[in-house]
């Protein structure tokens, strides 16, 4: 079993930075990919970043490159997702997710409660 818990959300106003951070535990994680999604009210979730656990390959949404980042710290079994030139757009609950395998732009097996980040204009 997989437990994740993300922390970190708040609310700033734009042009701000957040830096989200995904806790997990549970087994090892060397073949596992771990993602990011986002979900604005009355959205569904989409895809914001991704990282395979064992040697940090990427993917990002065209809508937040450049601006976001996405990483780990194996010592610390945390993920993080560095967010600047935060848009009000970019106002939604993040969710952090864990599968094993590869990276997947939609399925993932295990998630968080998620965080609310919110942007001000």
């Known amino acids: 079993q997989v437990q994740l818990v993300e922390s970190g959300g708040g609310q700033v106003q734009a042009g701000g930075s957040l830096r989200l951070s995904c806790a997990a535990s549970?087994?090892?994680?060397?073949?596992?990919?771990m993602a990011w999604f986002r979900q604005a009210p009355g959205k569904e979730r989409e895809f914001v970043a991704a990282?395979?656990?064992?040697?940090?390959?990427?993917r990002q949404a065209d809508s937040v490159k450049g601006r976001f980042t996405i990483s780990r710290d194996k010592s610390k079994n945390t993920m993080y997702l560095q967010m600047n030139s935060l848009k009000p757009e970019d106002t939604a609950v993040y969710y952090c997710?864990?599968?094993?395998?590869?990276?997947?732009?939609?399925?993932?097996?295990?998630w968080g409660q998620g965080t609310q980040a919110t942007v001000s204009s």
């Open positions: 990282l395979t656990w064992s040697d940090g390959i990427t």
């Open positions: 549970g087994r090892p994680f060397s073949t596992y990919a």
């Open positions: 997710g864990a599968r094993l395998g590869g990276i997947s732009r939609t399925a993932y097996d295990y």
